[in-house]
């Protein structure tokens, strides 16, 4: 097997570029579905499901949990902080190169050393940054959004941009302009704001109307200075409803588009729709991107799943193919990603030790969307299922259902029209339509 490495030295040792074998390949190394250069619908698999390594899960949590120690011992580990995030660059855009995803996505602080103080901050993440740009012209690997960690640290514990001490908003506004600053230095496609802890734990210290004007204030002086260094890419807003906080601002996706419109910010910022977050808020991930089709605000796919009976943000690896051809159906509908991907925000298993096990995990994923799209793919093809669900409304697509949908029915005319109306009882064909898609699935 050939080896690959960029730097000095490869760290998955005897896994060489994971390769398309078809269905029937028993190699756990290998793609049964993801084929990057298939065509589907004139464009490259590749195109369509644009996928992202999230730098924070693979490369950083050692399986560390509330109970328990690191699990996962990675060999690119240095005492000095410089060193490792160097070695650490090093092993990603390995990883990332060997399983072909096109992106990759990064906090500040999973790429860069973190400092109390705020001039090796800055320091180092612009050399950090400087070896990045490096590493992605070697090999081709694309930043898809970078963001700032303001949940980790003692200070965000009040929150970072909601903080009641204005002192805090200060140091977040340097993370954010230094990550925008390396963002337009990478040629980043996006710029994620995830508020962990932009959220409240008891409304009895919280003033959450001040404390969401705050935030409003925050993202449009961010926005304003991203578009004046050069900043083309899309914003985002990561809707989830909880965890760390008891209650989160950006709620859901509904939540996080009435509050772009409110502060006049639809023109810059979409959302990054994250499946667990969606299943955490009461919503199916579906649910949460339909949302965002629905208002032009479909922005960037955290790629994951969680687990029925927890509820809780358990960010595995998406394996359910329901759910991905769902998923990938609206986003075929919205006419793909654009700026966006599928950054699998998802992490392997704290007992799942062994390096060979991140692949493993990211192939499935990459596999679950590549059926989930051909399976999309089938569904508008056959287009029984758009016909069933236009037919529906036929009622408005003639007669005075049009009149109404053009807003030319009052009230009382409507009533009239009531009066004569002899409504009938027509099936929603629900149970049919489930059993097709299981037909375009199996068949
Ligand atoms: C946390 C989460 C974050 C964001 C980026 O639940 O999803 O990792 O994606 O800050
Ligand atoms: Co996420």
Not at 117 to 130: F, Q, R, V, W
Not at 278 to 289: I, P, Y
Not at 401 to 419: H, M, P, S, T
Request: net charge negative.
């Amino acid at each position: 097997m050939d080896t690959y490495f960029v730097g000095n030295q490869e760290y998955f040792k005897g896994i060489g570029k994971i390769a398309y074998e078809g269905p029937k390949s028993d190699n756990p190394l290998a793609f049964k579905f993801y084929d990057p250069k298939k065509i589907v619908r004139g464009k490259t698999m590749e195109d369509h499901l644009r996928f992202s390594v999230a730098y924070w899960h693979s490369f950083c949590a050692d399986g560390t949990d509330p109970f328990g120690k690191a699990t996962m011992h990675f060999p690119w580990k240095h005492d000095d902080p410089m060193q490792n995030a160097r070695n650490k660059a090093e092993a990603a855009f390995e990883f990332i190169t060997k399983l072909g995803a096109p992106f990759y996505a990064f906090h500040d602080v999973d790429a860069s050393p973190d400092s109390e103080s705020a001039a090796e901050y800055e320091k180092n993440y612009l050399e950090i940054a400087a070896y990045l740009k490096r590493l992605q012209d070697e090999t081709g690997v694309r930043l898809l959004w970078n963001t700032s960690n303001l949940f980790s640290h003692p200070r965000y514990m009040n929150g970072a941009a909601t903080n009641p001490d204005f002192s805090v908003l200060g140091r977040a506004a340097l993370q954010v302009k230094t990550s925008l600053d390396v963002n337009v230095m990478l040629g980043g496609s996006g710029y994620t704001f995830w508020g962990g802890r932009e959220g409240y734990m008891t409304l009895w210290n919280t003033d959450t109307k001040r404390e969401e004007e705050h935030l409003g204030t925050f993202l449009r002086i961010a926005r304003d200075y991203g578009r004046k260094i050069g900043f083309k890419g899309t914003f985002y807003i990561e809707p989830k409803p909880m965890e760390p906080s008891k209650h989160q601002y950006d709620f859901d996706a509904a939540t996080a588009i009435a509050f772009i419109r409110k502060y006049g910010l639809e023109n810059d910022f979409k959302c990054n729709i994250e499946n667990n977050h969606a299943t955490l808020a009461g919503h199916s991930f579906a649910h949460d991107l339909q949302v965002c089709v629905d208002n032009g605000m479909l922005g960037s796919v955290d790629a994951n799943q969680g687990d029925a009976q927890n509820g809780w943000d358990t960010d595995e690896f998406p394996t359910n193919v329901y759910e991905t051809t769902e998923a990938m159906l609206i986003i075929l509908r919205n006419g793909g990603l654009h700026n966006g991907g599928l950054n699998f925000d998802a992490k392997r298993r704290r007992n799942s030790t062994e390096l060979a096990d991140l692949f493993i995990a990211h192939i499935g994923g990459m596999d679950a969307f590549a059926l989930g799209l051909l399976t999309a793919d089938k569904i508008l093809a056959d287009g029984k299922i758009d016909a069933m669900k236009k037919s529906r409304y036929a009622s408005f697509d003639g007669g005075d259902g049009v009149l109404y949908e053009k807003g030319l029915i009052d009230l009382v005319k409507l009533a009239d029209l009531g009066r004569k109306a002899q409504p009938k009882d027509i099936s929603g064909k629900q149970e049919l339509l489930y059993n097709l898609v299981n037909q375009y699935l199996f068949s």
